[in-house]
């Protein structure tokens, strides 16, 4: 756990100031870069019952934010540990150190690029993604952009997303809405359209999206389905059919987020062709802004195994902000031991509050940090396997 100075809040009419309790020190930066004290916030937090400060503390929204998460790691608004603080009067957002009852919910970025060598072969897979909810009233506007490339010499293939949706709360716990994309290939352009629904509560989550491409008779189905197994333990199920070719596919996966640990475990499989895939994958902070990361995964029961692992280092520019390295080995049953390179960088904040879209950000996870983004690469080329 990174180790910052005890946080010091001022009091307004005070010489003495309050400090944050003992338990929560270490946890939040100085009061340096906490920005403007807003002691009515405080005065009503407090009377909520999130903040364990004397109603006359005045404290900014940074360290209100970072007080509620540690308290509450799993008082899930959105699906993430980072969340919206909820009072009587006002919601705290962390997007700039702000305040508003709406605005930004969740934004994030995202650059990967891998390179996979055997010998002086080289194959280079690239992923931009882009991501933003934006809340007004009960109503909660969505946009994401994905790319995503792979050459191999002279060959080259793309494929390139762009959605908007809306989606209206029925209550916090229930949100409905609706969906429109382009999904366009070198070779191909379609229109999608899609509909999701889900119900959460703090311990659980349950969510069912639909994906129709209107210009051919294919649908997605999506189920995804979250439990709070105890404190800082989350299992996910996900569940997907494609008519297209009548193939079912599964995700088991468990994640821990503790101190200075993330960690993932996951299990796939598709049944279109008996292939699973098991993997786990992690991070370890520390210092003031460095983290060491981990990965192993092993595909078995296709037309080709592959077993593979990367370690790396990240280091944190700004904050939410992250520059990751790794290197590693593919190894694939018919072939050569492929090296790989991997380049992240990526911003987020906040977490997604649609739980299809936690399901995809995880995926996209797993496949950069394992082999799923080489295998993506050989099925988009017109090559054969090294």
Known sequence: MTNHPPITVNAPNQNNPCKAPPLLRGFLRSSADLGKTLPLLATKMHQSGFLPLPPDCAISPRAAFQMYRYQHP??????????????????????????????????????????????????????????????????????????????????????????????????????????????????????????????????????????????????????????????????????????????????????????????????????????STIGARGAYEFGSAFRGTAAFENVSGGLVDYTSFKIGAGYEIADGAWIDASIGQIDPSNGETVDTLSLSISFETGGPTRLDREFARDLRGDANAGSGQFRNALGALPIATP
């Open 74 to 275: 799993l008082k899930v608004w959105t699906m993430t540990r980072t969340k919206i603080i909820l009072s009587s009067t006002a919601v705290v957002a962390l997007v700039t150190g702000t305040v508003a009852a709406d605005g930004v919910r969740y934004a994030q970025f995202s650059y990967d690029r891998n390179n996979y060598s055997v010998g002086d072969d080289d194959i280079n897979a690239n992923e931009l993604v882009g991501e933003i909810e934006y809340q007004v009233g009960d109503v909660l506007l969505s946009g994401a952009v994905e790319n995503l490339s792979a050459d191999r010499g002279d060959l080259d293939a793309t494929t390139r997303e762009i959605s908007v949706g809306a989606g209206y709360f029925l209550s916090p716990d229930i949100l409905i809405g609706a969906e429109i994309g382009n999904v366009e290939t070198d070779t191909a352009d379609a229109t999608v359209a899609g509909a999701f629904a889900q119900y959460r509560t703090d311990q659980f989550g349950v969510g069912l999206s639909i994906r129709q491409d209107l210009d051919a008779e294919e649908t997605l189905y999506l189920g995804v389905a979250t439990f709070e197994v105890s404190p800082g333990v989350d299992l996910g199920i996900g569940l997907s059919s494609n008519t297209a070719n009548d193939s079912t596919g599964y995700v088991i996966s468990a994640d821990y987020e503790q101190g200075p640990i993330d960690a993932r475990v996951y299990f796939a499989g598709n049944s279109e062709d008996d292939a």
